[in-house]
């Protein structure tokens, strides 16, 4: 079985980039792709104020070291010539997914494991697009991974057991706890209990019954969690939210959708990511 030490991560949003730092930061080279060299601009800001994070939250480890193990492309060939490991992170499209594991398929070595970090699309949704679905599984990890640091690990009933294993073992090496999922479930265990939770608080605010400051409030206070749905809508980034929204049958959810474009996608208005959401940050 393919022993991990060269991994790429195609996606450098929110959470792509987290997933790359925190193997790069474990001592693992890391390649991060993306569609284009200005994206790729940007996402090296966002590197760099990660590593200002670990070097104030983190311990035992290098921030800048880390930085150091990263190195960029847009050549998705590239990208996965040496990769034992491509864990992807693309934006929650089902066609768009489906359309880069076709082409990650006739690109990558054949011992490579692929693993989505999808959040709410089955991997077996996906299996059949990758070429090598005994070497395919999800792997998703929470947003602020180095606080959060569980990683789900969910196969197909085609995942070989041993791809599975080896996964769970990387999980461990890059400083997560693997949750081991027994069988395929949309949400897996953290986003079956998360997504609820955001879809009642759209609902409330859709229908005009509380403000997100107000909603946010008293499930801080009848709860003592420490951020309510729209901050962590926030965090998770308001695109996201909307492209789950948005693949939705569910008219609630539908209108959701069109409150996230009209009042915050349209305005530049993505989240902590971009210093404003449904709140303001500096």
Not at 15 to 36: K, N, P, R
Not at 111 to 125: D, K, Q
Not at 130 to 143: I, Q, S, Y
Not at 242 to 255: C, E, F, G, H, L
Request: charged share 20%.
């Amino acid at each position: 079985m393919t022993t991990i030490n060269r991994v790429t991560v195609l996606g450098t949003g929110v959470l792509g980039s987290q997933i790359a730092f925190q193997t790069a930061y474990f001592g693992l080279e890391v390649t991060a792709y993306d569609i284009s060299d200005e994206v790729l601009e940007s996402a090296k800001a966002r590197f760099t104020g990660l590593a200002g994070r670990y070097a104030r939250e983190m311990t035992g480890g290098d921030a800048d070291a880390a930085l150091a193990r990263i190195t960029y492309t847009s050549d998705l060939a590239a990208a996965v010539a040496d990769a034992d490991l491509v864990i992807e992170a693309a934006p929650e499209r089902l066609e768009l997914k489906r359309d880069l594991y076709t082409q990650l398929g006739a690109v990558a070595p054949e011992r490579t494991i692929f693993a989505t970090n999808s959040s709410t699309l089955l991997p077996s949704a996906l299996a059949g697009f990758t070429g090598r679905p005994d070497k395919f599984l999800a792997l998703h990890f929470a947003n602020e991974i180095w606080l959060h640091n569980t990683a789900e690990v969910m196969g197909t009933p085609q995942t070989d057991p041993a791809v599975f294993r080896t996964v769970a073992d990387f999980a461990t090496k890059i400083g997560m706890e693997p949750i081991e999922i027994k069988k395929e479930k949309a949400g897996y265990v953290l986003n079956s209990l998360l997504v609820p939770l955001l879809d009642a608080a759209g609902d409330l605010l859709v229908d005009g019954i509380a403000e997100p400051e107000m909603i946010d409030k008293t499930w801080r206070i009848g709860t003592g969690a420490p951020a309510g749905p729209f901050q962590i809508f926030d965090v998770v980034g308001l695109t996201t939210a909307y492209n789950i929204a948005a693949a939705s049958d569910d008219p609630k959810r539908q209108a959701f959708a069109a409150h996230l474009k009209e009042n915050f996608l349209d305005k530049g208005k993505l989240g902590v990511a971009t210093g404003e959401g449904f709140y303001k940050y500096s």
